[in-house]
């Protein structure tokens, strides 16, 4: 059964700073893997997705990398902004399946 | 122009009870998803529904019955409400089932058993 630690669970840190949200997974067999942002009292939102042949992505200030055979994934926030307070959830889909397997997130907040 | 909309945001209801939960897109989406959020965070698929058409029914216990009475809509009917289904439930779409990796999420319905 595939299982998703996210580390740490709660980030505050202030404006300006780069930051590292670490994402585990006990499967390595896995389809790909995304990253989202969910807001307070929002639903979830895309920022990044990685097939299980790629090793990054990125969008912007955000960097996501994949190493499958250690099962983890980093998203990398360059120079955060208070904007970019929200959780931080990944979620992993195995192969072989339609089903997702998230992570509880990190909540982060970037503080002026 | 609400892409993903939920009703209600809110819901406090007894234990027993019978609630719904209405979702609907204007994105001309044919495929809609049900997601659990509970207590601890933890977000689980429910149902999808890929043109009317139920895909995925995630180990859910049969109170829960989602209807697609069309391609935009994709409602959940849940009977006997328990303490246990406490949560927020959220709405999501997607153009088609080969596009599920882009999916629209609603503001999600908060639902408190007491």
């Known amino acids: 059964k595939q299982e998703v630690t996210q580390i740490p669970a709660a980030l505050s840190v202030p404006e300006g700073e780069n930051l590292v949200l670490n994402c585990s997974f006990t499967?390595?067999?896995?389809?790909?893997l995304q990253w989202f942002r969910q807001d307070p009292g929002k639903g979830l939102t895309s920022l990044l997705l990685i097939q299980s042949s790629q090793r990054e992505q990125t969008s912007g200030r955000l960097n996501a990398s994949l190493d499958k055979s250690s099962g983890r994934s980093t998203l990398y926030i360059a120079a955060s902004q208070p904007g970019d307070s929200a959780t931080y959830l990944c979620?992993?889909?195995?192969?072989?399946?339609?089903?997702?397997?998230f992570g509880r997130g990190t909540s982060l907040i970037v503080h002026p | 122009d609400t892409a993903v909309s939920q009703t209600p945001k809110y819901l406090v209801t007894q234990m027993g009870n019978d609630k719904s939960i209405k979702c609907e897109q204007n994105?001309?989406?044919?495929?809609m998803y049900w997601y659990k959020q509970d207590s601890k965070k933890f977000l689980k698929i429910m149902f999808s529904y890929n043109n009317k058409e139920l895909i995925i029914n995630e180990t859910v216990p049969n109170r829960f019955s989602p209807k697609s009475p069309d391609k935009a809509h994709l409602n959940l009917h849940i009977n006997s409400l328990e303490l246990g289904d406490s949560a927020v439930y959220f709405c999501a779409s997607s153009q088609d089932w080969d596009q599920q990796e882009t999916q629209y999420f609603g503001p999600g319905t908060r639902l408190l058993v007491l």
């Open positions: 979620a992993v889909k195995p192969g072989g399946s339609y089903i997702p397997t």
């Open positions: 994105l001309g989406h044919d495929t």
């Open positions: 499967d390595s067999a896995i389809y790909n």
